[in-house]
């Protein structure tokens, strides 16, 4: 992506509409451009945090591993989404780890970079701290569909969440492009694989979703909803 294109991304990203296009130009001319294929993990939970990510393409799943090697997704990112921002404003090492879902492109900034445009921007503070408590309370959600949600109801819980942090608006359906297994979805929904697999074709037999390989289309949102229970 050329330089010209990038302050024109940073113009569409929510955490940088406050600025002018003067310090646009400045972050854009700091930040550093990286790759990723797809299945590369980006950091470890626990590694030293060096950097702020914000993903211009591609889609970034981020989790915990149990030591013997068993994966649970607490979330999944797209383009001008950001990520990496726990270790900045703690010091703390990464809280989870980051893998590319597909080819992914982001920008980097380094801890001091990040705190210095905080500083200069307290909006984007405010904004940082918008995103946080969305994800505190996702993970709280999440506590509560472990504690208290039939399998059905988290795997009805999982696709809606999915519609509404990746899905793609179509008339009255939710289109979710991805790239995950159907593991990926059953360690979000907290289900074996097969019970993920079972619920959702129940759900397609029902007509409230219709799956393909790398696309779950929501046809009855509302409906699905209700099955959040
Ligand atoms: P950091 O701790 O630096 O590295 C791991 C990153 O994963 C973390 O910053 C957040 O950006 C991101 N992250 C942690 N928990 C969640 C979550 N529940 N949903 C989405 N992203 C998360």
Redesign the pocket.
Known sequence: MSSFNLQEFFTEVSLFSNMDKNEIEQITKICVERSFEKGKTI?Y?QDQ?TS??LILSGQVK?VMMSNDGREHT????KEKD?????????G???????IALSDVKTVTLNRDEFHKILKDNPEMIIKIMYVLCK??R??DK?VESLAFLTATGRVARTINNLADEIGVKDNLKVVINHNMTRQDFANIAGTSRETFTRVIMDFQDEGLLEIDKNKIVVIDKKELQKRVQ
């Open positions: 950091f939970e945090g702020f990510y981020i607490l979330g999944v990112l950001f990520f990496g921002e726990v270790s900045m404003l703690d703390q090492p990464r809280s989870a780890t980051a994800r505190l996702h993970a999440h």
